[in-house]
């Protein structure tokens, strides 16, 4: 026997990952309450750079899918910037070439092709791509979530009937006491499953005023490993970064932040003068593969995980949120 359609679902999740799953459960006429550990402006979803591309993140066949799915509902939601905080922009991809993108980048990715020596001072892909203000999106995703849940009910909304977003530390996936859970922790599953496969890559970035880019761009160098990157917004420019793993400090380190803003000014000079707003860091939830199945519990519930994305979440969030759905209504 099928699970109700209409029956009660707890998110545990705040991130993007949470929240667009959230909104999907909604939006199909399912009662959805989310528990998130921490706001979801202090989520590292708030911290992501965020840039769309499948990068990083496996089974690849599956994440190029679910990454296909989010890039076409990122272009429509482009069309109000302002209130969804999704802009097409383009840019750089550094130490990228044509021939070894599979034939779904020629025909799917919008402007892709080889760059120029004006462009970049190396082998690179020009795309436009989604480029997300992350704080911007998180509290969109969070009312358009409500006001499916308002939709749903006709009426103003109780705990009981779903649509609300509680700051509720979860200890035990247990506590969940709902007919569906879906298990969108990211690095919290590391000690809720557990599930140990699960680890911190950190990031640390740095936030300036910007000088006037409007492009932008990822590099990678091949001696050191180093990764670089800068992505405008209309008052700012965030640059990065770094990919420490197993590294749970949430400090930012000042003489890191300093190699940051060298590295991106070698790229374009005008960084080296910006003033600096702010430093941040987050914790990429990485794994071997991205944890997205069902598992029924004993109790006759269910338990669908939607976990693993690494530094991805926002590439392939849409994707696995219709899965993590689908799964959570068989």
Known sequence: MGIDPSGDVIVV????????????????????????????????SAVAGALWWPHLIRPQALARRWALQSLSVYEE????????????VEGVLGEARLDEQGTWAAARVPGLRASTAEEYPGTGLWARLPLLDMPVH???LRERFLRASEARCGSPRT??????VEVRPVTDLAEA???????????GARELVPDRAVRPVRGQLVIVE?????TWLTSTDSDTGNSTYFF???????????AEEDNWSLTPDPAVAAEIVKRCAALRPEIAGARVLGHRVGLRPVRDTVRLEREPLPDGRVLVHN????????TVAWGCAREAAALASR
């Not at 939601?77 to 999704?86: I, S």
């Not at 006491?177 to 690095?187: D, H, R």
């Not at 976990?307 to 979440?313: K, N």
Request: hydrophobic share 35%.
């Open 138 to 140: 998180l509290r969109w």
């Open 307 to 314: 976990y693993g994305h690494g530094g991805a979440g926002v």
């Open 13 to 44: 999740g705040g991130g993007v990952i949470g929240l667009t799953t959230a909104v999907v459960l909604a939006e199909s006429g399912r009662r959805v309450r989310v528990w998130t550990r921490e706001p979801t402006e202090r989520t590292t």
């Open 210 to 214: 910007n000088p006037g880019v409007t």
């Open 232 to 242: 405008p917004h209309a008052d700012r420019l965030v640059l990065g970064g770094t």
């Open 159 to 164: 705990k009981s009937e779903g649509g609300t």
């Open 177 to 187: 006491a709902a007919p569906v859970v879906v298990n969108c922790t990211g690095l």
């Open 77 to 88: 939601l482009a069309a109000r910037p302002g209130e969804t905080g999704v802009r097409m």
